[in-house]
């Protein structure tokens, strides 16, 4: 199928995801809807355990199996709806069309594989070749993450990399088949202020060279501000405040939005007290009548405790988009 120039790479819609345990069943992934076009990077955001790395794991259909399952909505790849594929049909789409940076090098590196041979092993599942070739263009992959000496590095286990290396060669692994989007789950979390800043321009650069779009994980407000164009709010499982970077940033909407803001150190102007978050999310298994906020939310009256507020148009032209009683109300 062929796509207009402005169709999204990306597509999801309405899509919704159970987990299934003794204690009862939750959804972690709750009704979400976005996409990604060319050149354009998406920013997750929420705290631990609001859903981010689940939608992740749901975009490339690799939930536990007999835990998770996904329920409802649709997830389009240039068109192409994944969820309609036979698995061995996604397993040719993973690496080659979407591919993941997982967040912990230390753990999704095998220790008993050099980096050369990990690199390869994409590549020689996607597009085959000779083993000349293979180390060849995993060289080549090396060199595209600015790894020093790749002719080198591309024999070493991950126990002789540092932690930054290990992460460019899990980057390096990612963009070997030149996939048309990457999701990046938290790449930047175990490095230094240093490296993180290195990585992320790293990562930039090759959504310049190459076009892709980039769906980036965190919690952190300050990268979202300086490596996004749009940003989806997670709390809950639930997608509580889309748009833009400049919107979101400029006029928040959601009370969790502007309290996740206050708690990013600022470089200029007042330097008070960092913001805090008081209380914790719900207990998943729980029922929940109202606004899953709404206990932590300093500006929450009955109403956001027995009513789920619908997703409104904050500004009126469809491309802010926040569930909260008090836009609504506005």
Request: hydrophobic share 35%; proline share 7%.
């Amino acid at each position: 199928m062929t796509q207009s120039q402005d169709a999204p790479l990306l597509e999801v819609k309405d899509l919704r995801v159970e987990i299934s345990t003794k204690a009862g069943s939750f959804f972690p992934v709750n009704g979400h809807s976005f996409s990604v076009r060319s050149g354009e990077t998406l920013g997750i955001v929420g705290e631990s355990g609001s859903g981010k790395s689940m939608t992740a794991m749901s975009l490339v259909r690799l939930l536990p199996k007999h835990a998770a399952r996904i329920t409802q909505g649709s997830i389009k790849l240039n068109g192409r709806e994944l969820l309609s594929l036979s698995e061995a049909e996604m397993r040719k789409v993973r690496g080659s069309e979407i591919a993941m940076i997982l967040q912990d090098p230390q753990t999704s590196l095998n220790p008993a594989f050099t980096a050369g041979q990990q690199i390869s092993e994409a590549l020689r599942l996607h597009s085959p070749g000779p083993r000349s070739t293979l180390r060849a263009r995993a060289i080549d992959a090396l060199r595209k993450v600015k790894v020093a000496a790749p002719e080198h590095r591309v024999d070493n286990y991950p126990s002789e990399l540092s932690g930054g290396m290990r992460q460019r060669v899990v980057g390096a692994i990612a963009i070997s088949c030149e996939p048309k989007i990457i999701i990046a789950d938290e790449p930047t979390t175990s490095l230094d202020v240093t490296v993180q800043a290195q990585y992320l321009r790293l990562l930039s650069e090759l959504q310049q060279e190459t076009g892709m779009g980039i769906i980036f994980i965190t919690h952190d407000f300050g990268i979202v501000a300086n490596l996004c164009h749009k940003i989806v709010v997670m709390y809950f499982g639930r997608i509580v405040e889309s748009g833009t970077v400049e919107r979101i940033f400029a006029r928040p909407a959601h009370p969790y939005t502007e309290a996740l803001i206050g708690a990013v150190p600022k470089l200029r102007g007042h330097k008070g007290r960092l913001r805090t978050i008081e209380g914790q999310p719900p207990i998943p298994t729980e029922p929940l009548s109202g606004c899953p906020f709404a206990p932590r939310c300093e500006k929450a009256d009955n109403r956001c405790f027995n009513e789920l507020p619908p997703t409104v148009d904050a500004d009126g032209d469809g491309e802010h988009l926040a569930s909260c009683w008090r836009v609504l109300e506005q």
